[in-house]
């Protein structure tokens, strides 16, 4: 079973239009991690957030927000304001404490935003 | 700057022939991973690390193998017998395998094809 769903395989919006990517995951652990990571094309995932299991506050960088709820299992990104250097896959990930630092992926989201 | 070196960025590899991937970290990580990337299916795990001199099998480690001999590299080679090797290949680190909150830090990436 897929432990990371993310379901929109791809998205276009208008610049300046706002985007939010979903992420569902699944796990029996009390204790774990998750994670987005953003990949240009150049090739290299950057990370972006990481949020623990136990902190189900919002958070906001810039134009950038995360929106984690346990009560749907999911972790959801939000572009506000998007640019065209926003274009990028887009990855949910998650590490389960009983595990150690093995990732789960999602199998990523396209974003490609139009001028 | 600290950070993961891949190289090359390129490779073609002939029927039959085994090419190695290499993957050095300044980070002074414990945990090297390398991944598989295609098309639609996010990033798979092929072999992962720990510590120097010991390696485990991830999800798809059939057709490849692994070393580490040193801290700081993490060599992956793909043998004849991965009939399918055409792919983007990441290789990461994290600061210790055992610690499910670190993010992992990734490389630019190796693209291998087939002549």
């Known amino acids: 079973a897929q432990k990371v769903t993310q379901a929109q395989t791809e998205i276009s919006v208008v610049e300046k239009e706002d985007v939010t990517l979903d992420c569902v995951y699944e796990?029996?652990?009390?204790?774990?991690?998750l994670f987005w990571y953003k990949q240009p094309p150049s090739g290299e995932l950057v990370f972006l957030i990481r949020?623990?299991?136990?902190?189900?506050q919002n958070e906001i960088s810039g134009r950038y927000s995360w929106n984690f709820q346990k009560s749907t299992s999911s972790f959801n990104f939000t572009i506000t304001a998007s640019q065209v250097v926003d274009s990028a896959v887009y990855f949910c990930?998650?590490?389960?404490?009983?595990?150690?630092?093995?990732?789960?992926f999602g199998t990523g989201t396209s974003l490609t935003v139009i001028p | 700057d600290g950070g993961i070196t891949q190289s090359p960025k390129y490779l073609f590899r002939k029927e039959g022939q085994n090419v190695t991937l290499s993957c050095e970290q300044n980070?002074?990580?414990?945990?090297m991973y390398w991944y598989r990337q295609d098309p639609g299916q996010g990033l798979r795990l092929i072999y992962y690390?720990?510590?120097?001199?010991?390696?485990q099998k991830g999800d798809i480690a059939e057709g490849y193998s692994v070393s580490r001999e040193k801290k700081e590299s993490f060599p992956l080679t793909v043998t004849s017998a991965q009939k399918n090797p055409t792919a983007f290949y990441l290789c990461?680190?994290?600061?210790?395998?055992?610690?499910?909150?670190?993010?992992?830090?990734f490389g630019d990436g190796t693209r291998l094809s087939i002549l």
């Open positions: 980070l002074n990580h414990d945990a």
């Open positions: 949020r623990n299991s136990f902190d189900e």
């Open positions: 796990t029996r652990d009390t204790t774990y991690y």
């Open positions: 690390s720990q510590i120097v001199n010991d390696f």
């Open positions: 990461a680190s994290s600061p210790r395998q055992s610690l499910s909150n670190q993010p992992q830090h």
């Open positions: 990930a998650l590490s389960e404490a009983t595990v150690g630092n093995q990732f789960y």
